[in-house]
C-alpha cells in the first residue's frame, strides 16, 4: 500500500512562492498534482514520471510551476511562482502504481492513491 504526505501549503500575496512537497512510502510510477478550489471541480496541475523526465502542465501553470523529482524517487515536489488569486485551492499529490499513459495525465481517475491534500490560499 502506498501513502503520500503533503506538506508545504500557506498563504501567500499575489506574486509570490511557495513549493509543495509530497513524500512518497512505497513505490510508485507516474506522479501528479491537482488542485480544487471551492465549488469547482478537481483540476489537473501537472504530472511527472518516476524516472523525473519530461513534465508536463497544464496551460493554467505552466511557465509559472514546477514539478521535480527528488533524488531517491521517494519524493517529488510543486514549486509554484508568480501566484496568482486564481491558484487559490486545495492542493493534492496523487500517484499510481504502472506508469499512465501520457494522453491520461490529466485524468483523477488514472492515479491510485492521493495525499491528504494542503491549502494554498493567494491573496492580494
Known amino acids: 500500500q ?3 504526505v503533503e506538506s508545504g501549503g500557506g498563504s501567500v500575496q ?3 512562492s511557495l513549493t509543495l ?3 512518497i512510502y512505497g513505490n510508485a510510477r507516474t506522479r501528479a498534482w491537482f488542485r480544487q478550489a471551492p465549488g469547482k471541480e478537481r483540476e489537473w496541475v501537472g504530472a511527472i514520471n518516476s524516472d523525473g ?3 508536463d502542465y497544464s ?3 505552466k511557465g509559472r510551476f514546477t514539478i ?3 533524488n531517491n524517487r521517494n519524493a517529488f515536489s510543486l514549486e509554484m511562482s508568480s501566484l496568482k488569486p486564481e491558484d487559490t485551492a486545495m492542493y493534492y499529490c496523487a500517484a ?3 506508469i499512465v499513459p501520457f494522453f491520461s495525465w490529466s485524468a483523477a481517475s488514472a492515479f491510485d492513491y492521493w495525499g491528504q491534500g494542503t491549502q494554498v490560499t493567494v491573496s492580494s
Do not use: I, T, W, Y
Open 2 to 4: 502506498v501513502q503520500l
Open 14 to 16: 499575489v506574486g509570490g
Open 21 to 23: 512537497s509530497c513524500r
Open 53 to 55: 523526465a519530461g513534465a
Open 59 to 61: 496551460d493554467a501553470v
Open 68 to 70: 521535480s523529482q527528488g
Open 96 to 98: 499510481a502504481d504502472q
